[in-house]
């Protein structure tokens, strides 16, 4: 497989990041401090996190467009923690700019030599991304949170912080796991659902329900998009 996280250093990647909220300041530190990236802008709304102090706003059209005729070989990121919300920003800025998307490994995660992590996936400090798993397009391994052995996330899914999978497990397209749950090896669950904070499945979960507790149980049906965050 073709991961360079472990590997030399390369000449940086200029990266723009859209979303300037806290989990885009986390993915700004994981970007930088990877030694990959050089952030040349963040793109938000309002006034962006603290920590993008050097780094210029763009806020509209024009001016993303007036960085790109200066920058060449620029990449960048959605760093937004919503999937649903992540996967539509990445499709409108592919669509608009016809840029590459980043992927940004934190130097203090664990990537086996035999994972795949995909474009526009972020994995972040402590994630461990075991033997042979799969990390998708636009996927989120959020802080400490670990896959095991063969393990499959489809795009724009998410691990939030200190969440567990066993080996085998796999997650449809934009299913998110939510803080602290685990999830038994083996199990597999559909797309747009939401594993509450701390549930332990034990069991396949279908697509478009949230489960929570201990065992994980459905507790209501969920429709693509719904707020979970
Ligand atoms: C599971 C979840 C989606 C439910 O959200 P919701 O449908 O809006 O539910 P509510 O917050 O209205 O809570 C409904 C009830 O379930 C309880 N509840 C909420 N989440 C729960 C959980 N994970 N486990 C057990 N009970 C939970 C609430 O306390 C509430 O109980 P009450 O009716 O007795 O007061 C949400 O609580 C959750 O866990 N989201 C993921 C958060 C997360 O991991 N964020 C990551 C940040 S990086």
Redesign the pocket.
């Known amino acids: 497989m073709q991961n360079n996280f472990h590997g030399s250093q390369t000449a940086k990647a200029k990266l723009i990041i859209v979303g300037g909220g806290g989990?885009g300041a986390v993915v700004h530190e994981a970007a930088t401090l990877s030694g990959h990236f050089s952030p040349v802008g963040v793109f938000c709304e309002s006034t962006p996190h603290p920590s993008f102090q050097n780094v210029p706003r763009l806020a509209k059209e024009e001016e993303v467009a007036a960085l790109l005729a200066k920058n060449e070989g620029v990449q960048f990121c959605i760093a937004v923690?919503d999937n649903c919300l992540r996967q539509e920003l990445a499709q409108t800025w592919k669509a608009r700019w016809n840029l590459p998307l980043a992927t940004i490994v934190h130097p203090h995660a664990f990537v086996s030599p035999t994972a795949k992590v995909s474009a526009g996936a972020v994995v972040l400090a402590r994630a461990h991304v075991g033997t042979f798993s799969e990390v998708g397009e636009l996927c989120l391994v959020?802080t400490g949170a670990s896959l095991d052995h063969d393990c499959k996330l489809e795009l724009a899914s998410s691990l939030?912080?200190g969440?567990f999978a066993g080996g085998n497990v796999t997650l449809g397209e934009r299913t998110?796991?939510?803080?602290?749950?685990s999830i038994r090896h083996g199990v597999s669950i559909g797309r747009d659902s939401?594993?509450?904070?701390?549930?332990a499945v034990t069991k396949d979960v279908e697509s478009e329900v949230?489960?929570?507790?201990v065992p994980a149980k459905i507790?209501?049906q969920?429709l693509r998009g719904e707020?979970?965050?």
Do not use: E, F
């Open positions: 989990h923690g959020n939030a912080p969440s998110a796991v939510g803080l602290g749950a939401v594993v509450g904070m701390a549930a949230v489960v929570m507790g507790t209501k969920r707020k979970y965050l």
